[in-house]
């Protein structure tokens, strides 16, 4: 009898858990912190949790929950982490998932072992070791929680006397009351961070290297995305495009009258950000916008159109690294953020490793990585069967070349996919890998 290994009890950790015991494959989960959540669980003592205490979902809960598990109704259409790390408890408390969970268990090391999986562990209070052997090792440790820095940095950063945080490790605005913030992106992290600053500031600089779009929560009283399961989204994808240009224009006007930069990038040719407060407060003074930063000194900040700030925190909101310390590098190369895996899941080169949830979609990862994970249990279950290696790595040459064409060249497109499409990519992948295992 088979026995998988799921590393992480997060959002994708415990749906991949529903769907091998649902399938009745013996497993064994290991998750880092005492709770289930992962990055979803405000303060996790697993110590890798980006979540600050404002934070909601930028996706309605219609679209982010799972197909075997609705969403309650009372939640409000976009919930807070709290909300979410609630949701989370009741899914594993309803398909008794507690039990077969390894809490405040790290993995160190995953090895191939004679055509098994070696997984060691380490117990986080004792320290205590263990090694178990495993036909598969599922990894769903997220992708939010190993901070990416500035390469290259801002010059003389070094030299500067305030504070430098990322982030990840940003909880709450009244450190920063009555100071001087710089806030550097304009990603979700980036927008929210800097309306929350801007409240308790003396001045709050949101500084970018290039502009994007800001998408609002709700338009015309309907929340946006679900426009993903409208008509515009069986649409051509340039009819997509502008016709959410359109939407947008109409709703909101031109970024340009609220001080941003426009966008050098069509809507959907970049991870949305999405804020309704943003706006607002740039409209309000609150926010000054600036280009990308080029120097520091002991006190002051210097943007490429020659302008000099006094600073005193500066808040990087630049992303983060796809990492897995317990892999060795040689089992998956990770350079660029470029993971090499057929249909975002399986290694080529690594038979029995899969990745669950390790896509940045337009739309939620939640429902995409139970749909993963189903896909995987049928091959643990040889009800499908994978094409050969040249297939799976040409597929992946596809992939890459199609979101080149598509997307702003960055580290955080790479793994990036659209939700409804994936759904039917993974459809078709099911039925030929079915007709393979016959």
């Known amino acids: ?155 003389g950063a070094s030299d500067f006397e305030g504070t430098q945080i990322h982030s990840h490790d940003y909880r709450t605005p009244e450190p920063y009351a009555d100071r001087n913030v710089l806030v550097v992106g304009i990603g979700n992290s980036a927008c929210d961070i800097a309306v929350e600053t801007s409240r308790v500031s003396r001045r709050t600089f949101l500084a970018m290297r290039r502009g994007a779009h800001i998408l609002p929560k709700f338009l015309f009283g309907t929340p946006t995305d679900h426009l993903t399961h409208s008509w515009l989204s069986r649409a051509p994808l340039a009819v997509q495009d502008r016709g959410l240009q359109f939407l947008l224009r109409l709703s909101r006007g031109r970024l340009t009258d609220y001080g941003l930069p426009t966008p050098a990038h069509r809507v959907l040719a970049a991870h949305p950000t999405i804020s309704d407060d943003l706006l607002s407060r740039l409209g309000h003074g609150d926010i000054t916008v600036k280009p990308a930063p080029t120097h520091a000194d002991a006190s002051h900040v210097s943007f490429e159109d020659g302008t000099s700030e006094e600073i005193d925190a500066i808040v990087y909101c630049t992303g983060y690294d796809i990492a897995f310390p317990f892999l060795d590098d040689q089992l998956i190369n990770l350079t660029d953020n470029d993971p090499a895996l057929y249909r975002r899941v399986v290694s080529p080169d690594q038979p029995g490793l899969y990745f669950i949830g390790l896509i940045q979609p337009l739309g939620a990862i939640m429902p995409l990585a139970e749909v993963q994970s189903h896909w995987v249990a049928d091959l643990l279950q040889g009800r499908c069967a994978l094409p050969e290696r040249e297939a799976m790595l040409e597929e992946i040459r596809g992939f890459r070349s199609r979101t080149a064409r598509r997307y702003v060249a960055s580290t955080r497109h ?18 030929r890998g079915r007709s393979l295992a016959r």
Not at 12 to 40: H, K, M, P
Not at 81 to 89: E, L, M, N, T, V
Request: glycine share 6%; aromatic share 10%.
């Open 414 to 431: 790479t793994i990036q996919v659209d939700a409804q499409a994936y759904v039917k990519e993974l459809a078709k992948e099911r039925k």
């Open 1 to 155: 009898m088979q026995k998988v290994c799921v590393i992480g009890a997060g959002s994708s950790g415990i749906t991949a858990c529903q769907v091998l015991a649902e399938r009745g494959i013996d497993y064994d989960c290991f998750e880092l912190g005492s709770e289930v959540g992962g990055n979803w669980r405000y303060m996790n003592d697993n110590g890798q949790s980006s979540a600050y205490r404002s934070l909601h979902i930028n996706t309605s809960r219609q679209i982010m929950e799972y197909a075997s598990f609705p969403m309650s109704e009372e939640y409000p259409v976009y919930p807070s982490h709290s909300h979410i790390a609630r949701y989370f408890d009741e899914f594993v408390d309803n398909f008794r998932l507690r039990p077969s969970i390894r809490f405040r268990t790290e993995v160190v090391e995953v090895v191939p072992s004679a055509g098994r999986w070696a997984v060691t562990s380490r117990n986080r209070d004792t320290d205590d070791r263990a090694t178990d052997v495993y036909d598969a090792v599922l990894v769903a440790n997220g992708h939010h929680w190993k901070p990416r820095w500035p390469h290259p940095g801002i010059a």
